[in-house]
């Protein structure tokens, strides 16, 4: 079956720009994250749905990032007025969750995104 | 001070090796811990996941200790397609922290 679906696979844009990440999750997959990577550290948390609502937006490191899954399913991440920092690869990833909560987590491939 | 800590390494073991990973977390709720394994520009994959009483596949081993906080992984008889990073990863409710990754080498 499909896979956890990310795009584009590459993004470059200019500083101060307007980007939008999409993640399409496996089918029937009620919990979908976010996190950022960068070159040499492991996957940075930014935002958890479970469903529709966001169950933890702790890890989004300012207002310029939001996030929206409004079905339940397809989720979009928005960088807003992009900073060089902001380069990394995003990362999304979707889980069935199960009652004891022991669901590992089915990454994309991710979007390398590029501020210059 | 990060959730999940791991010695990022690297690790250059010859093949046929043992090797272990270690790491600390420190959120005393979580529930669940995995080890997931990454290869370069790659995403992460799972490789398996980490009970109390302590679990094996085939050359991997993985141990959890909740009064220390710590998790391990134990891989025997190394292959060079085990070369790759290995994260190491806390849950609580769903919450899934990762550690920064120990990255491995096995050469011949």
């Known amino acids: 079956g499909a896979g956890v679906s990310q795009t584009p696979s590459n993004k470059v844009t200019e500083k101060g720009k307007y980007v939008e990440l999409r993640c399409d999750p496996i089918s029937g997959h009620t919990a979908l994250y976010w996190y950022r990577q960068s070159l040499g550290q492991g996957p940075e948390f930014l935002i958890y749905f479970q469903g529709t609502g966001a169950a933890d937006d702790s890890g989004l490191p300012n207002d310029r990032f939001f996030a929206v899954r409004p079905e339940g399913s397809v989720s979009t991440l928005k960088i807003q007025r992009t900073e060089r920092g902001d380069s990394a690869v995003y990362l999304c990833?979707?889980?069935?969750?199960?009652?004891?909560?022991?669901?590992?987590?089915?990454f994309g491939n991710g979007t390398r995104l590029t501020v210059t | 001070r990060k959730e999940v800590e791991q010695d990022p390494g690297p690790f250059n073991v010859p093949e046929g090796a043992t090797v272990a990973f270690n790491c600390t977390y420190s959120n005393s709720a979580s529930q669940s811990f995995f080890w997931y394994r990454q290869d370069c520009r790659k995403e992460p994959k799972l490789l398996m996941s980490?009970?109390?009483s302590g679990n094996e596949d085939g050359r991997f081993t993985a141990q959890l200790n909740r009064a220390s906080q710590y998790i391990s992984l134990l891989i025997r008889d190394s292959k060079l397609s085990d070369s790759a990073t290995y994260l190491c990863?806390?849950?609580?409710?769903?919450?899934?922290?990762f550690g920064a990754g120990t990255r491995l080498t096995v050469k011949p």
């Open positions: 990833a979707s889980s069935l969750v199960s009652t004891v909560n022991n669901s590992p987590l089915h």
């Open positions: 990863v806390a849950n609580e409710d769903n919450d899934m922290r």
């Open positions: 980490v009970y109390s």
